[in-house]
């Protein structure tokens, strides 16, 4: 095997490209976040979503999930694709060694590997996977050494195949099983071959986590191998988490095979509905069309034939469908045959994944700095600009002052005492309509996003839900479900535009008298998170429509169907009603900042005056204070201007040299 296949390989390249782009990103944030607080414009707020940000970027992984019917080859493309240089089939994918659960296959923490097991009964609990993963107590764990023998890791991890014996009624109960008035009545008497009268064959494991030591793994790809149409469909956490999370998916088909219908299935019902997620289609074992009989040229015409057709019964282009043979690939690796490996189309697939992968979470992670970075370097730049005009205006008033008689100057400190005063005044009745602000957000803006009204609504539906048996019921109560969440969301955006009215009719008395600086943090926009609630209700709503699965098996599927969506669509409550909090938060922050710097301002210029008072002479001191304030003021804006520009340079991932 030629040792360079995987330290040549483009996905691992294109992994470490991404990780360096990321850490020049975190190291400019932190320089970001560390100018900030220096310079003390803004509230502690937006440092934490800076230092925030980088943390997440800095732990940021890629997650790629193979997704296929069974005996497609998944397997077998894992193994060609990442782990040939364990000379060997590291993951089960030979003849009657099916992966019967889906295994989630990461880097090695803390350099210890090892197989986690989730036993099918923990499908009886109402706790998601995500959860479990947290409960060490509910997996069974395996040693894995990559220091044993290829058999021994072998032995090991054809526990990913197994399966065991349960009565039909304990499959029901598990929702692996139709329900009795479900159940066809020549087969209300099941018969395993293997297990006898009575029993059905189930998966032992309901989902696995393989930990490995490995240069792609260890870079921060995570790999996610699903088992076919039934487990995708009895598992809805599998459907609306893990897949509706990967970066991107890879859609197995068998080139022998075609598109069949259960391919057409979950294809429709499982892919095709999330257009944002990159996703490429695989022709898998072309092996098999390889006959030293036939002219390759013909060979070569039906494979392309396959994949034009593959890409109509799809609706997508034929650029991603690609032709393939895990086999031969993993074959090519392990004896170092260049020209078989090249005929496996392995090269292209490496290259395509990487092509597909890498952009697609670069451009997620560049846009969500973006926004933050422009929006912290704009509010910074703003407040320096109104502390220099603030520091020009004082300039010209005591240079006016300078060349006037000293007749004037007690007259004019009397007025700024008088102005002060009327300030005071001013802000003790702004403070004290703090209260009346607190009391309307929590009313109008925050009550109607409460997660205590959404957990009463989420057990009424379910229960409403458990009570439909058809199709249109449940299209009806996942509809009423979105229904109510969007009218709470319309509650809050009328309760917003109150609330907004309120707070900037107050600020705007004042600054119109005091000509404070505008705030770029009112009003506060709800309307976009609303439109997500649409897009959420719109991608949901179809999840209905094919439950019939669902209603066929059990209602405990149903149930943790509908327990996954509502989850997400109160993860999506709460995440709104927080950035609303933190509006607030921040709003006040900077209009206290904002007074406390006109204060601090007119406290300064009254000092001004009463030094001029007091001695004429010390105009001119001033003068040359306030010119080094200004001096101080312009290198401030020139270093986070330089700061956020090698930001932006980095973002783009161009040299910051």
Request: net charge neutral; glycine share 6%.
């Amino acid at each position: 095997m030629d040792p360079k296949s995987l330290q040549s390989s483009p996905i691992l390249q294109g992994i470490e490209d991404l990780n360096a782009w990321r850490s020049a990103v975190v190291e400019q944030l932190h320089g970001l976040s560390n100018l900030t607080s220096e310079l003390g414009l803004l509230p502690g707020s937006v440092i934490l979503h800076l230092e925030t940000l980088a943390f997440e970027i800095e732990r940021d992984s890629l997650r790629l999930a193979l997704v296929g019917e069974f005996s497609r080859g998944k397997t077998e493309l894992i193994n060609a694709l990442f782990f040939a240089d364990q000379g060997t089939r590291l993951l089960p994918s030979g003849t009657g060694q099916t992966t019967m659960c889906p295994v989630e296959i990461r880097g090695a923490p803390q350099g210890r590997p090892g197989l986690q097991l989730l036993p099918i009964a923990s499908r009886a609990m109402d706790v998601s996977i995500e959860k479990l993963k947290r409960a060490g107590s509910a997996w069974v764990r395996l040693a894995y050494d990559s220091a044993q023998q290829a058999h021994e890791r072998s032995a090991m991890l054809k526990s990913l195949t197994e399966t065991t014996c349960v009565t039909i009624e304990e499959a029901r109960r598990l929702g692996l099983c139709p329900p009795l008035n479900r159940t066809p009545k020549d087969r209300e008497r099941s018969i395993c071959p293997s297990c006898g009268l009575g029993k059905v064959l189930i998966p032992r494991w309901r989902h696995a986590q393989l930990f490995l030591p490995h240069p792609i793994l260890d870079a921060g790809l995570t790999i996610l191998d699903t088992p076919g149409l039934n487990a995708i469909g009895a598992e809805p956490e599998l459907t609306f988490g893990m897949l509706a999370d990967a970066d991107a998916v890879l859609f197995v088909l068998g080139i022998d095979t075609g598109v069949t219908q259960s391919d057409l299935t979950i294809w429709d019902q499982y892919l095709r509905r999330n257009k944002e997620q990159p996703q490429l289609v695989l022709l898998n074992k072309i092996d098999t069309l390889w006959d030293e009989l036939r002219d390759p040229f013909e060979i070569e015409d039906e494979i392309s034939m396959q994949v034009e057709k593959t890409a109509q019964r799809l609706g997508i282009d034929a650029e991603r469908v690609l032709p393939v043979s895990g086999q031969k690939a993993l074959l090519a690796r392990i004896r170092g045959d260049a020209h078989l490996l090249e005929k496996s189309g392995l090269p292209q697939l490496e290259a395509s994944i990487a092509r597909l992968l890498i952009p697609a979470r670069r451009a997620v992670l560049q846009e969500r700095c973006t926004a933050l970075v422009e929006r912290v370097q704009r509010d910074q730049q703003q407040l320096l600009q109104e502390q220099d005009r603030a520091i020009a205006v004082q300039m010209e008033s005591i240079q006016a002052l300078k060349e006037r008689t000293s007749e004037k100057v007690p007259r004019l400190v009397a007025q700024h005492k008088a102005m002060l005063a009327s300030f005071d005044q001013d802000r003790q009745r702004f403070e004290a309509r703090k209260a009346d602000f607190r009391a309307a957000v929590d009313r109008a803006l925050l009550a109607p996003l409460s997660p205590d009204r959404f957990d009463a609504r989420i057990g009424a539906a379910r229960s409403e839900m458990l009570a439909a048996w058809t199709t249109a019921g449940i299209v009806e109560r996942f509809r009423s479900f979105f229904a109510e969440a969007i009218a709470h969301f319309d509650t809050a955006l009328r309760g917003s535009a109150e609330v907004n009215a309120q707070i900037a009719g107050e600020y705007a008395a004042l600054q119109e008298r005091y000509r404070l600086p505008s705030l770029s943090t009112i009003p506060y926009a709800i309307m976009p998170r609303r439109a997500e609630l649409l897009a959420m209700a719109e991608n949901y709503e179809r999840f209905g429509m094919m439950l019939e699965i669902a209603v066929n098996t059990q209602s405990a599927v149903v149930r943790k169907a509908f327990l996954t969506v509502a989850g997400k669509v109160r993860d999506f409550i709460v995440e709104t009603r927080r950035d609303a909090e933190g509006w607030v938060d921040e709003m006040m922050a900077v209009m206290n900042r904002q007074l406390e710097l006109y204060r601090q301002k007119a406290e300064e210029e009254l000092d001004a005056l009463e030094n001029i008072a007091v001695a004429m002479g010390n105009i001119d001191t001033r003068l040359q204070q306030l010119r080094a304030n200004r001096a101080a003021l312009a290198e401030r804006s020139a270093a986070l201007e330089q700061i956020a520009n090698r930001l932006h340079r980095a973002l783009q991932g161009k040299s910051l040299d």
